[in-house]
């Protein structure tokens, strides 16, 4: 038996399946954005960028599609 005593302020970062995001994003309106983000949990705060910006939907193809994961600072 081990026992570990840890002290600190623990920072835990969630795995995001990417291609996971990206098959629910593909073919979808940018206007569900928030709406289909709000059923991922690991997800704190997202913001989408669809160029050209007169484009109203994310592209079917999920190769096409680029997920940026960013950790904020502390």
């Known amino acids: 038996k081990i026992d570990v005593l840890v002290e600190g302020n623990p920072r835990i970062i969630w795995n ?3 291609d996971q995001l990206k098959r ?3 073919g979808k309106n ?3 954005f928030n709406s289909l983000l ?3 949990p690991s997800i ?3 913001s ?3 160029f050209p910006t007169w484009v109203s939907s994310f ?3 999920m190769s096409h599609i680029t997920v940026k ?3 904020p600072n502390r």
């Open 16 to 18: 995001i399946d990417h």
């Open 30 to 32: 940018k206007d569900e």
């Open 48 to 50: 989408r960028d669809v």
């Open 24 to 26: 629910l994003l593909a």
């Open 44 to 46: 704190q705060k997202a």
């Open 38 to 40: 709000k059923g991922l």
């Open 59 to 61: 592209p079917d193809d």
């Open 69 to 71: 994961e960013t950790i």
